[in-house]
């Protein structure tokens, strides 16, 4: 009931309308994935909208179609993952009230403990709307009860990067005392973590030491200019990574970060998705980390 009294009170202090009959009964994740259910094609048609960057008005007859729609259908939250999450997060993040208000009441019914990320990773922006960064927040912590650890500490993270626990300091108090559960979303679900971690901000708290970083090497192939190539190759120095080689071979599977798979196992996911947070920021490429059965031992070809 604390718990309950402090989401309340942050809330009405947000002005949030229409979430706390969702946070005074928390929805338990299911650990099927479910079948695909009436709202499946709304959500469809709203993943295409926030693609093509909607009007405002549009955007808002569809948040309240799927609010109609996900009132009868129990296996949405189940259908969408962090990406979507962190999608819906971002473009609903906006002074548009209706926009806001109902992009903030879908947020919270799908949201479980392996999607979650997606709305973590939109908590990481310094500039995100003030009303629309504390109302994220709570919906977040609307399923702290279930949160693994790894994922609170990306909340933590994110409220560090974002300063939101020291511009509001009730919000600081709620998350500062989440500890998440014992279990770890790599482990309870590795596909959605694998997911979350792709999430350039999530990716980015993989980065680590750069001393650490030194046993590493990368090799870029790209077919982009000397400038990209030259940013990539120093950013990734920057970070410690050692690059052997730079090259102009294009790979016919498309873009992407190389490791190795299984002997690298989580290291290799986590650093290749360093990388790729690290080149997203720097060079604004977007590569998905792919696991290489024969690519060589801590070694990572980057390919964009």
Not at 100 to 106: A, F, N, Q, S, V
Not at 121 to 135: G, I, V
Request: hydrophobic share 40%.
């Amino acid at each position: 009931m604390r718990f309950y009294r402090q989401i309340k009170s942050l809330a009405l202090r947000t002005g949030l309308i229409g979430i706390l009959s969702v946070t005074s009964a928390l929805i338990e994740p299911s650990s099927m994935r479910a079948e695909e259910g009436p709202a499946a094609p709304v959500l469809a048609r709203l993943q295409d909208a926030l693609n093509s960057k909607a009007d405002p008005r549009e955007l808002a007859s569809l948040l309240q179609y799927a609010r109609i729609l996900l009132s009868k259908d129990s296996t949405a939250q189940t259908a969408v993952d962090g990406r979507f999450m962190n999608q819906l997060a971002v473009e609903t993040s906006t002074d548009n009230l209706d926009v806001r208000i109902l992009g903030g009441w879908l947020l919270a019914n799908l949201a479980n403990e392996n999607n979650v990320c997606g709305i973590i990773e939109a908590l990481f922006d310094t500039h995100l709307e003030p009303r629309a960064q504390s109302n994220l927040l709570q919906i977040t912590a609307s399923v702290a009860t279930t949160m693994p650890s790894d994922v609170v500490a990306w909340l933590k993270a994110a409220l560090v990067q974002s300063r939101l626990g020291e511009t509001d300091a009730e919000a600081g108090r709620i998350v500062n005392g989440l500890v998440g559960s014992v279990k770890t979303l790599s482990v309870t679900s590795p596909a959605d973590f694998e997911k979350c971690v792709n999430l350039p901000n999530i990716g980015s708290t993989y980065i680590g030491n750069p001393r650490d970083n030194q046993v590493f090497s990368v090799f870029i192939h790209s077919s982009q200019g000397n400038s990209e190539v030259e940013a990539a190759k120093k950013a990734l120095m920057e970070a410690g990574f050692s690059v052997k080689g730079v090259d102009n071979i294009r790979d016919s599977s498309g873009s992407g970060v190389d490791y190795r798979y299984p002997d690298d196992g989580q290291v290799g996911l986590l650093k290749a998705a360093a990388i790729a947070a690290i080149l997203r920021r720097e060079i604004d490429v977007t590569l998905k980390p792919r696991p290489q059965r024969l690519a060589p031992d801590k070694t990572f070809g980057v390919w964009f």
